[in-house]
DNA sequence: TGTGTGTTGTGACTTCTTTCACAAAAAGGT
DNA sequence: ACCTTTTTGTGAAAGAAGTCACAACACACA
């Protein structure tokens, strides 16, 4: 039942690539197709879903409502996930616009920026609050999570500031260190590296084949 | 001299942290800042620069310059990196505005949309072009890697259309499979999971400390 | 009923990654 | 000159993640 983080990633991946697509009450996938999907293999697939539980049928595969439903239990707050977005620039804009609409587990309950002229707009159908507000926000909401989108410069300022509120889960797009207690847990997005890996990966594929 | 993926990634990081304050000449890291930094062991810092044959001095540290150096001969290409972006939508503006003005190894070449009313505008200082020209400017930039930034419907079609003109290496913001030859190198950047990852870690931090 | 095919579930194995732990090196003080 | 402190470099151990291989099972069709 002890699903490591590796395996919550792609369990993710999973039940979004399953969700994209309708599927009726009595429709099956197999390892090997969802394998497929994620470029990996069969026998990790069934790895990952032997971890929470989920079982299949030989030759039919695993069905697919119960199998969302099972990683549901897994990744879902049953009590849900309220996150506040910290910096409405350009990547704060695009991440309101992805998280618009999708009815999830995963709610949005402030946008938040620094600068005067952005207070008070609105982007995606979130209005953009004063800095000033955040922690009576995220105290009234209790809320959980930030993603953090603001410069780097004063990265570090914000991430004190909502830990001390309570937040303690972060989404950190700023390309800055972050130093947080234990008890919170940073999660770095980072396309810079993410260029730079797939830039130096593909010259030498012959070694380091991963 | 053989890195791994994840050696890899955080080489990256050590270096964009390195470069974002000023050095000096004679300026020396502790293996123990660095880990500081990303969160990691001084143990695992030395592992990593131990794999690109960096070497450092007894009780002065890495001295920073050569450090740098060494990092970028591992991780660029000495021809460079052209890179065309596809979709110029929230999230590639975000991309354009983050990678506009770094001078580095990394230089887009193209950013394309198939909405014929981006064509030509201009988004922080890049022109949109229509997706008629892209196999063009591929050949004619020879880029090697793409940022796939449209809506996962149709993201597999430009992904082929990539592949095709000779891409090697795709940064995939889409939430979608991505089917492609042995040869190309699919790196995913997927912001719903690494929420979703972040809201399932937080509770139960007991069990799964990873 | 029996045979063939294709899939799951999983123990055992392999490979990759991280951590531990300590000798050796360098600096500073006395 | 010697001792103390701090840090590197790395072999060895531990741990995590991924792969293999195959018995057990389910279905199809004769
Ligand atoms: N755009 C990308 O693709 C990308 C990729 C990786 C990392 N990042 C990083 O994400 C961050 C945001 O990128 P962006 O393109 O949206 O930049 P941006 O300049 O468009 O937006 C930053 C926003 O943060 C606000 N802000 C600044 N300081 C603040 C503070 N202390 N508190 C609250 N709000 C503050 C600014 O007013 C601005 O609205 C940057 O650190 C960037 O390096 C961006
Ligand atoms: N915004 C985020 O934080 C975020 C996070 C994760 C994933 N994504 C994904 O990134 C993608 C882009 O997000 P966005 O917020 O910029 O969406 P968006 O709708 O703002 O932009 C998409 C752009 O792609 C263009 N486009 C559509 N089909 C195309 C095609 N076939 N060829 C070329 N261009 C095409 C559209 O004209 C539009 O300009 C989406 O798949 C989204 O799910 C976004």
Chains 1, 2 share one sequence.
Not at 9 to 22: F, K, N, P
Not at 113 to 138: Q, T
Request: hydrophobic share 45%; aromatic share 4%.
């Amino acid at each position: 039942m002890a699903a490591s983080g590796k395996t919550i990633e792609r369990l993710s991946v999973y039940r979004r690539l399953l969700s994209m697509r309708t599927f009726s009450e009595e429709d099956y996938v197999y390892s090997h197709e969802l394998a497929r999907m994620v470029s990996g293999t069969a026998a990790q697939v069934r790895r990952d879903l032997m971890a929470i539980g989920v079982t299949g049928h030989s030759k039919r595969g695993y069905r697919i409502g119960p199998l969302v439903e099972e990683i549901g239990t897994l990744l879902d707050d049953p009590e849900g996930t309220r996150i506040v977005l910290v910096g409405a620039g350009d990547l704060g804009r695009a991440v309101l616009g992805f998280m618009k609409g999708r009815s999830s587990a995963l709610t949005i309950v402030g946008a938040f920026d620094s600068d005067p002229a952005k207070a008070g707009r609105v982007v995606h159908g979130y209005r953009c609050r004063s800095m000033d507000e955040i922690e009576g926000v995220i105290a009234a909401e209790r809320a959980q999570v930030a993603i953090l989108a603001t410069p780097a410069d004063g990265a570090q300022e914000v991430c004190d500031r909502l830990v001390e509120a309570g937040v303690r889960g972060i989404v950190n797009f700023a390309p800055a260190p972050l130093i947080v207690p234990e008890a919170v847990w940073v999660e770095r997005v980072d396309i810079a590296t993410a260029l730079e890996k797939v830039a130096c990966l593909i010259r030498g594929v012959d070694e380091t084949t991963m």
